[in-house]
């Protein structure tokens, strides 16, 4: 018999992933329901084109909406001062879809990842961190 914290520990770890895949899925899903041409980039051969379908599932719906932190190291940005420690907020589901940085925003196009920057400060697909990094090196070569 495991001990409760690490059989705790152990479930969390089977269900995390279980669930994040599930979410996914139904967000695909939905994708396809709502916008069948986009079924076109998933029925091609090419890795390629299954990876903008990806992509834009992951701006479209975002797994959360925001994600809180604690501010490492004391900065300085846009007038305000962040104190390390201090909790922030980082809008996931507002900067995938602000129009400052994605043309049509509210519109699900797979297509605009073709030729994409990787950039890590217009799309966060799970909050950045490795992800959006292994994304960002395969989009530059």
Known sequence: MLPVDVAAVELINILRPTVAVAQFIAFAAHALYHYPGSRRFIDSAADEETELFVQEVRRFYPFFPFIGGRVREPFDWQGYHFESRTWVMLDVYGTDRDPRLWENPESF???RFRGWDGSAFNFIPQG???????TAARASG
């Open 109 to 111: 196009q797979p297509d």
């Open 128 to 134: 950045g961190g490795i992800t959006s990094q292994r």
